[in-house]
């Protein structure tokens, strides 16, 4: 059977449906993914079909707007009796749920937030209300359905009466040291006993980069690597140029999923300090979480609770309770000073038990139980 799964942002940076994709094609399924022209086009190398839908629009409603009209028109042209339709989040799923029943084909919905909570929205109340109505039409519809954290499938079944499946957006088993996949890389020069800390993901709001920025004016002896890019970029470029920080505070930009895995294994702490800005901040279970116990690295965490949870079961680092620099200063002192091999056998053990390979089966059985239909 094939697959048409698509997604409105870069599918050279989307782990989770690179994931899932090569896991499709795994199990035997004809796969293409479809992604935009959205901030570029990327190049591909991938082992299953990927294919783009142009993007004049890049931004607000003129964006969704272009991107869902397109996408119909794409799914339709090529989806046949033979196809499962797979959606990516509530800006995609419109579309797919038309053609599901246009052509009477079996929908899947990956949700990978809950989209009429994103803190982006709190200030939008009408863009806000719009997300809400789609979901609310939408979701209770969806017979196949996962989701990425317990905290989402939960709010999911409350709202709306759904019983999404938790798949959870972690890595592929990691082996370290493994010098043959070892990819060179333009890194800051660390001055001698200084530890790194590192933060890897996007630049957005509500991931608590200011306070961990503040934090460092009480530092001593390491430095901050920020890897990713963001629309708070500029404005946290500037926080750091203001409180002269230049000299400890480093941004490596964007870097593709399969280099940061040479890199952050170089960390002594990794940061994962998310604000609760609303529910779908408050209940994610963000990937660098994995990516950290899959490098052997601990993670300074926030208190919200999926995060917080499994930092605490695992026992892989600190957990604050409050975002505030000083205690955050002091939260990774203590950290650098028991030093990452204080938490390596606890990582290790989190490594085994969170990462795909042991999410995998939960997928396969959901794309079986079409096939019996």
Not at 115 to 138: A, D, G, M, Q
Not at 177 to 199: A, D, Q, T
Not at 240 to 256: Q, R
Not at 301 to 309: A, C, D, R, W
Request: charged share 25%.
């Amino acid at each position: 059977m094939k697959i048409l799964a698509a997604v409105i942002n870069n599918i050279e940076t989307d782990q989770r449906l690179d994931k899932v994709c090569n896991s499709l094609l795994k199990f035997g399924y004809d796969v293409e993914l479809i992604g935009t022209t959205l901030r570029g086009k990327p190049i591909l190398n991938k082992p299953y079909k990927t294919s783009f839908i142009p993007i004049k629009n890049q931004e607000g409603f003129k964006l969704y707007a272009e991107f869902n009209f397109k996408l119909f028109v794409n799914l339709l042209l090529k989806a046949d009796k033979n196809t499962i339709l797979l959606a990516n989040d509530l800006d995609s799923l419109f579309p797919y749920y038309l053609v599901s029943k246009i052509k009477n084909l079996p929908l899947v919905f990956d949700s990978h937030e809950i989209y009429s909570e994103l803190p982006s929205l709190h200030n939008r109340p009408n863009t806000k209300r719009v997300w809400k109505i789609l979901e609310k039409f939408l979701l209770p519809k969806i017979k196949y359905f996962y989701t990425v954290s317990n905290g989402y499938a939960n709010w999911f079944a409350k709202e709306y009466g759904s019983t999404p499946v938790v798949v959870r957006n972690v890595p592929h088993l990691q082996k370290l040291n493994n010098k043959e996949s070892f990819i060179f890389y333009p890194l800051p020069e660390v001055p001698p006993h200084h530890k790194i800390v590192l933060y890897q993901g996007a630049l957005n709001m509500s991931r608590g980069l200011e306070y961990i920025i503040q934090a460092m004016q009480y530092m001593d002896n390491c430095v901050f690597w920020i890897a990713g890019d963001g629309p708070l970029r500029k404005k946290i470029e500037q926080l750091v140029l203001d409180l002269k920080l230049s000299h400890k505070i480093y941004f490596l930009g964007s870097v593709s999923p399969k280099v940061l895995k040479t890199i952050t294994p170089l960390a002594e702490v990794g940061i994962s300090l998310e604000q609760d800005l609303g529910i779908s901040y408050r209940y994610a279970l963000p990937n660098k979480i994995f990516d950290y116990f899959q490098a052997r690295v601990p993670v300074l965490s926030t208190y919200l609770p999926e995060i917080k949870s499994i930092v605490e079961k695992y026992q892989v680092g600190r957990v604050i309770q409050r975002h505030d620099a000083e205690h955050i200063a002091e939260e990774l002192t203590i950290m650098l000073k028991q030093g990452k091999k204080h938490y390596h056998d606890n990582l290790t053990t989190a490594a085994l038990a969170c990462c795909w390979e042991n999410e995998e089966p939960k997928l396969k059985t959901i794309f079986e139980q079409i096939q019996k239909k």
